[in-house]
C-alpha cells in the first residue's frame, strides 16, 4: 500500500513537472516569434553523443544513434521557425583517429540516415536543399554513394539549405579554399606574384564549401565544452555563440528556444 501511494504521488509530480515544463516551453516559443529575427544561418556542433550514453548506462554507439534521431527533431523545430540555413557538425576529421568499431557505426548510420533523408517526406515538403560539406574520399563506397544521392535528390530546391558537416575541419577546409583559388589563377595564366598581390579575403571566401549563404550568424554547442574545435573558423567571425551544458541527445525544445532568446537580446556590433 505504502509503494503504490508513493508510486502514485511520484506520478502526480512528473505529470506536475510536465506540465509546467509545457507551459514554460509555450512562453518560450511565443517570445521567439515576437522577439525579433531567427538566425539567417545558424550553426549546431552535435556534443556528447558518447558521454550521453554514459551516462544513461547505454552502449557508447547508442548515444550516437540517439543523437541523430535528435537532429531528425532539431531540424523540425528551425524549419517551424523559418531558419533559412542550417549546418550541422556531425564528423570531425579528427573523429578518425577513434575506435575503429566506433568509426564504423557512425559511417554505417550516416549512410542509413542520408538514405532515409533522400526519400523524407519532410524534406521534400519543405523543399529543403541538402548539400554535405567536408572531406569523404576515405570513405567507404557505399557510405559516399549515399551522401551523393541525398544531394542529387535536393539539388534543385530553394527551401532551407541544409549543410551536414562529416569529415570536417575548419583548417581543412581553408586550406582547401587556398588551394582552388590558385588553381584557378593558374589556370588563368596568373604568376605566383599577381596571385599574391592580388589576394581579397572574398577570393577564400568563394571556395569556401558554404560559398553562397550568409556566414553563420548563430552557433550552439551541446554538451558544456566552451570552444568551436575548428568548426567554421573563417566564417564564424562575427557569429554569436552559445554553449548549452546538455548533452546532445538530451537537448530540449525549451533548450533550443532558450538559446535563439538569448540570441535576439545581443546587440550585434560587427567590430563597429
Known sequence: MVTRWLSAGQNVKNSLRGA????YEAQLAAQVRSGGAVPQHLGLILDGNRRFAKAA?????MGHSIGAEKAHEVLEWCLELGIPAVTIWVLSTDNAGRDPAELSHILNLLRREA??????PRIHSNRVQVQVIGQHDDFPPEVRRALENLEESTAGYTGMR???AVGYGGREEIVNAVKCHLYEQAAAGKTLTEVADQLHSADISRHLYTAGIPDPDFIIRTSGEIRLSGFMLWQSVYSEFYFCDVYWPGFRRVDFLRALRDFQGRNRRFGK
Open 20 to 23: 509546467v515544463l509545457s507551459g
Open 57 to 61: 548506462g547505454l552502449q557508447r554507439e
Open 115 to 120: 538514405t532515409q533523408l533522400a526519400v523524407d
Open 162 to 164: 541544409l549543410n551536414i
